[in-house]
C-alpha cells in the first residue's frame, strides 16, 4: 500500500526514529517465548531489525480482519495467557502533515477528519473473553488485553479497523502460547539496511512429498523491498516480489532436508519511496491453508503498561482455581470465568479503582487493577443406606460394604461429592438377590439419596413325624424358617390346621431368624383323618405344607339268606380320600332278584357323595338313593361294586357304620 513520497530529512528521522524502537533489547517485562531473538541471520552478513509490526488496514484490502489463533491445550489450561498488544490505538503523530514522528511506528490516516478505530475481540468456545476499542491519540501505548488463564481449547484474536488508513501493532502472548495464522498483514516501515522478521513456519515431516507455498501481495515492485526465506540450515531463498495490487507465488516441493523451521524476512530497500508499506503473506499446503507463527515484540524501555488488569481468582483458602479465568464485559465490567458448579463468593479490589457489584461482577475505572475473585467449589452430599426387602417389610441395614466415587463405605453413609451423577456399587450379600441402583444425582448444596435394596431369599419347610398313624393318634408338626441373610429378620411363623386335626399347643411363632439363626415351630397334633397341614412365614407370604395319613378305618361284613335258596352278601369297606373317605359296598347274589335294598347308615352329620354302581351288563342295577337306603330294582346272579364319598367331621373311629341287606 503505497504512502506520500518520502523526503531526505524525513528520511533521517525515520532512521533515528527505527533505531530508538527496534534497537532497544531492555524489555520493560520478559518478552514471550514465541519472540524471536534479536538478532536473527537474513543473510551472512545482515542482521535483522527485530519482529516486524502487524497491520490492520481499514479500507481497500482484501483482508478485512486480521486473524490470529491461540491454542490452549489441556495441560495448559489455566496458566496465565499474558495478552498484550504494543500500540493499538492509532496515533495521530506517528505520521502527520506529510512527516514521520518520533517513534513512527506505521500509523497512517488518509482523511484527517473522519474517525479511525481498530477493535481488539478474544473469542473461544465460551463465546467473547475480552473485547476493546482503540480510537485515536498522540503516544504508541503497551496494552495489556487480556492476563487471566484460559480453559483448553482454540481462541481466536480478531483485529478489525474501520476508516480511511492503516493501524500498525504489535502482539506477543507469555509462554508457552503461540499467536498463529495463514494469512496476515505486516507493516514493512523500516528504509535501512535491516532485516525485519516476518512469520516462522514450521514443516513437519509429514509434509514431506508435499508444496509448500509462499504467497507474498502488494510489495509494491522490486525497488521498494526484497523478501526471502530462511530454510533449515541457514540457507536463503529468495522470493517473488509481488507488484501493486497483485500477489506473487513461490512453490517449494518439500524433501527431507527442509523439514524443520522456516523465517520469513522482508527489508525496505533504501529504493523505497514510501515511509511504511502494508504488505499481505499467506501459507499453503497444496492448496490448503496451514498456520505460521507471527508477533512478538519487545517495548521500548520505560514504557509503562496501560490499562492493565490482573485478575486473582482463588478458593475460600487463597488457593487459585485451576481452569478458572476472567471475561471482560464491554470495557469496564470483569465477571469470573469459573469451572462448572464453582460458585462466587465474594469480589475485593486489592489495588486500583473499582467498584463491586456483586460476588461475580466488578466495574472498574482504565488504569493499573488488580482485583480477586472468591469462589468455592460445587458441593453436595450423597447419602446411601440400604434395606432388606422381604414380603411387604423393608428393614434397614447397617454396615453392608459399598463402593461409590473410588471409595469404599458401609451403610448407612452421606458422602461429601462435587455435583454429578455416580453409580453405586453394592457389595453381594448371601441369601439375597439386588439390582443396581440408578447412578445418585448430586447438586451444589442438596443431598442426593441412593436406596441398596437386597430381596431376602428365604425357605420354609413343614415336617410331620410319624405322617402314618392311627386314627386319633398324635404327631408332631416341626415347621422351620431359615436363611443364609447375615442379617437377623423379625418374622411370625404359623400352622393352619385342616379339619380333624386338633392341638392344645399355640400354632404360630414370632422371632427373628437369619445371621446363622433358624425360626423353629414345633407342635404336638392329634390327627382323626387324613389331610394336610400349612406353614406360613410371614411377612414373606412363603408357605408349605405337610401330610399325615390315617391308616384305613375298617369295614363290616353282612350276609342273607332266603326260604328258597337265595343268598346275598354285602361287605363294607371305607378307606381315607383326598376329601373325605371313600366308601365301597359290594354285594354278591347268587340268584335273580327284585328290590335289593342295601341299608347304609351314615355318621351323625355325614353327607353322601353321588353313588356310582359297576356290575353285570344286563342286571337292572342303578341304585335308588333314599336316605340310608340304597335299591336295585333287579340284580342277577354276579357281584355288584357300589362306591362314593362320605364326607364327615366325625373321627376315624366313627366313620364306619354297619350295613345290611334285605330284598
Known amino acids: 500500500m503505497k504512502t506520500p513520497p518520502a523526503r531526505s530529512t524525513f528520511l533521517l528521522a525515520a532512521l533515528l526514529a527505527l533505531g530508538a524502537a527496534s534497537a532497544q533489547t531492555a524489555p520493560a517485562q520478559p518478552a514471550p517465548a514465541q519472540a524471536a531473538p534479536a538478532q536473527v541471520p537474513a543473510s551472512a552478513d545482515s542482521p535483522t531489525g527485530g519482529i516486524l509490526p502487524l497491520v490492520s488496514v481499514g479500507e481497500k484490502w482484501p483482508q478485512e480482519v486480521e486473524s490470529y489463533v491461540i491454542r490452549v491445550s489441556p495441560q495448559d489450561a489455566g496458566k496465565p495467557l499474558g495478552l498484550e498488544l504494543y500500540s493499538p490505538g492509532f496515533n495521530l503523530a506517528d505520521y502527520v502533515d506529510g512527516r514521520r514522528g518520533a517513534g513512527y511506528f ?16 478474544l473469542t473461544g468456545p465460551g463465546g467473547v473473553v475480552a473485547e476493546r476499542r482503540y480510537g485515536t491519540g498522540r503516544e504508541h501505548t503497551w496494552e495489556s488485553l487480556f492476563a487471566g488463564g484460559l480453559s483448553a481449547g482454540t481462541y481466536t484474536l480478531k483485529v478489525d479497523s474501520s476508516g480511511d488508513g492503516k493501524n500498525s501493532f504489535a ?12 494469512d496476515f498483514s505486516v507493516n514493512a516501515r523500516d528504509t535501512g539496511e535491516n532485516a525485519l522478521l516476518a512469520a516462522r513456519l514450521s514443516v513437519p515431516r509429514e509434509w514431506v512429498g508435499q508444496t509448500v507455498s509462499l504467497i507474498n501481495y502488494d510489495v509494491d515492485g522490486a525497488q521498494e523491498a526484497e523478501t526471502w526465506v530462511v530454510q533449515p540450515g541457514g540457507k536463503r531463498v529468495n522470493l517473488t516480489t509481488s507488484d501493486n495490487g497483485k500477489s506473487a507465488t513461490d512453490r517449494f516441493a518439500i524433501t527431507p532436508d527442509l523439514v524443520g523451521d522456516w523465517q520469513v524476512y522482508i527489508r525496505v530497500l533504501p529504493t523505497s519511496k514510501q515511509y ?38 482463588v478458593d475460600p483458602q487463597g488457593r487459585p482455581i485451576p481452569g478458572a479465568s476472567y471475561a471482560l464485559i464491554g470495557e469496564t465490567t470483569v ?19 473499582a467498584n463491586v457489584v456483586s460476588p461475580g461482577e466488578i466495574r472498574y475505572q482504565p488504569g493499573y487493577n488488580k482485583l480477586r475473585f472468591v469462589a468455592r467449589p ?11 426387602i422381604y414380603g411387604d417389610t423393608r428393614v434397614p441395614l447397617t454396615g453392608v460394604p459399598f463402593q461409590v466415587g473410588g471409595r469404599t463405605l458401609n451403610t448407612p453413609a452421606t458422602v461429601p461429592l462435587a455435583p454429578g451423577d455416580y453409580p453405586v456399587t453394592p457389595t453381594q450379600v448371601p441369601g439375597s438377590t439386588f439390582a443396581s441402583p440408578a447412578p445418585g444425582r448430586v447438586s451444589d448444596g442438596t443431598t442426593g439419596r441412593v436406596t441398596i435394596e437386597y430381596n431376602v431369599q428365604t425357605e420354609v419347610s413343614l415336617v410331620t413325624a ?47 431368624f437369619g445371621g446363622g439363626q433358624a425360626l423353629r415351630l414345633k407342635v404336638p397334633v392329634r390327627v382323626c383323618r387324613t389331610d394336610t397341614a400349612e406353614a406360613v412365614l410371614d411377612p414373606a407370604g412363603l408357605r408349605t405344607t405337610g401330610q399325615a395319613r390315617v391308616r384305613a378305618p375298617g ?29 365301597t359296598l359290594t354285594l354278591t347274589v347268587d340268584r335273580t332278584l327284585d328290590n335289593v335294598r342295601l341299608i347304609d347308615p351314615l355318621p351323625a352329620g355325614a353327607t353322601r357323595g353321588p353313588v356310582t354302581v359297576q356290575g353285570p351288563s344286563l342286571a337292572s342295577a342303578v341304585p335308588q338313593v333314599s336316605g340310608d337306603t340304597l335299591l336295585l330294582q333287579r340284580v342277577i346272579p354276579g357281584t355288584y361294586v357300589l362306591t362314593y364319598t362320605l364326607v364327615t367331621d366325625q373321627p376315624a373311629d366313627r366313620v364306619v357304620t354297619p350295613p345290611d341287606l334285605t330284598w
Open 106 to 121: 506505521g500509523d497512517e490516516l488518509y482523511k484527517k477528519n473522519e474517525p479511525f478505530t481498530t477493535t481488539f475481540t
Open 171 to 182: 502482539l506477543r502472548v507469555a509462554s508457552p502460547f503461540t499467536l498463529e495464522t495463514s
Open 276 to 313: 511504511s508499506n502494508a504488505i499481505r503473506y499467506s501459507f499453503r499446503l497444496g492448496d490448503q491453508p496451514v498456520t505460521a507463527v507471527v508477533g512478538g515484540f519487545t517495548p521500548p524501555p520505560g514504557v509503562k503498561v496501560a490499562n492493565q488488569l490482573l485478575v486473582d481468582v
Open 335 to 353: 465477571r469470573p470465568v469459573l469451572p462448572g458448579g464453582y460458585v462466587p463468593v465474594s469480589a475485593s479490589i486489592i489495588e486500583g479503582k
Open 378 to 388: 460445587p458441593s453436595g452430599q450423597l447419602a446411601v443406606d440400604a434395606v432388606a
Open 466 to 512: 410319624p405322617d402314618l398313624l392311627n386314627a386319633c393318634d398324635v404327631t408332631q408338626l416341626v415347621a422351620v424358617a431359615k436363611t443364609d441373610f447375615p442379617y437377623k429378620l423379625p418374622a411370625r411363623l404359623r400352622l393352619n390346621l385342616p379339619s380333624g386335626w386338633t392341638s392344645d399347643y399355640p400354632l404360630e411363632l414370632p422371632g427373628d
Open 555 to 583: 369295614g363290616a361284613n353282612v350276609t342273607r339268606a332266603v326260604e328258597n335258596g337265595a343268598r346275598g352278601s354285602l361287605n363294607k369297606n371305607v378307606e381315607p380320600a383326598a376329601q373325605g373317605y371313600a366308601v
